[in-house]
């Protein structure tokens, strides 16, 4: 196999580049067990909008920097395959996560988790911070006349969103007798870094904490766990497809701080991976 790239690592500054090597080596350990020979063994999933396509493009190679500024927003009409440029076989699956689309795609899925077809699941949300497609604020059905005010409405509907995607999938985890994980994983940080402690109690301590919790004692230490990690893959507003300006990025938040989000994600992952070494 081809050595992955990792140049872009120069980008995010010295503190970054200190440990490049070390970051490089554990990257090709993870890709080792990210994608595994026979079957896609780790399932990115979530709701529309919140960078699973992002994540997937990151963990494969395919997302080169960090630091570019992504597209506009296109939801996901279908699975989305993520194949390494030097082995097709090697595969990671991410399904659509806008609601009319479920159903349609992780029924199967589903099956599949109940059965252990998965060792890990990165659930993916973003605090509320869901892209939206191609139409403008105005046209939503929470616009009701003020900028501000829609935010407010629009940020809490798709945290309860979040909450409803892990109450659908929590059958399904307590129904797998496999060890297995899941890594709740926060994106968008830029958006809402001054904000991060009301952020990190939302996932840690409140309604999805509890949720995240009775999954844990169904299922026991033994076989479950859970770890939540909060980044941003990419540094951007948050516009709409039609370029309207929702929120800026929060000043101060910079390529180091980026930087660290990363180095974190990829500890985590490591850990688990060593967890689920364990007999």
């Known amino acids: 196999m081809n050595e992955p790239d990792y140049k872009w ?13 070390q970051i490089a080596r554990n990257l ?31 963990l494969s190679g395919e997302f080169t920097s960090p630091t570019e500024v992504p597209g506009k927003y296109d939801e996901s009409l279908g699975l989305e395959v993520y194949p390494l440029d030097d082995d097709p076989r090697v595969e990671l699956v991410v399904p659509p ?12 899925l589903e099956r599949t988790i109940s059965d ?50 892990l109450n659908r999938l929590s059958p ?26 009301t952020v990190e109690s939302h996932y840690r ?17 033994a076989n479950f766990r859970h770890e939540a990690v909060f980044a941003s893959l990419v540094i951007s507003n948050f516009v709409t497809g039609n370029g309207e300006l929702l929120a800026e990025t929060v000043a101060g938040y910079d390529q180091n701080l980026q930087a660290e989000s990363l180095l974190r994600f990829i ?3 490591d850990g688990l991976r060593h967890w689920e070494e364990k007999k």
């Open 9 to 21: 690592l120069t980008e995010l500054g010295q503190l970054l580049w200190a440990r490049k090597d």
């Open 172 to 197: 399904h985890f307590c129904a797998n007798d496999r060890k297995f994980w899941v890594l709740t994983l926060v994106t968008k940080q830029d958006l809402w870094w001054d904000n991060r402690s």
């Open 28 to 58: 090709v350990e993870l890709r080792d067990w990210l994608f595994p020979r026979k079957k896609a063994g780790i399932l990115i999933i979530g709701p529309g909008g919140v960078g699973k396509s992002t994540t997937a493009r990151f």
């Open 97 to 108: 996560g806008q609601k009319h689309r479920r159903d349609a795609t992780w029924n199967e």
């Open 116 to 165: 252990g077809g998965y060792r890990g699941i990165i659930l993916t949300c973003s605090f509320g911070y869901h892209s939206m497609g191609q139409y403008s604020y105005k046209d939503h059905g929470l616009y009701k006349g003020r900028l501000d005010e829609f935010m407010v409405a629009f940020l809490n509907d798709c945290r309860k969103e979040e909450l409803a995607v």
């Open 205 to 221: 301590e409140g309604k999805y904490a509890d949720a995240m919790e009775q999954i844990a004692k169904r299922i026991g230490a």
């Open 267 to 269: 500890a985590v992952l």
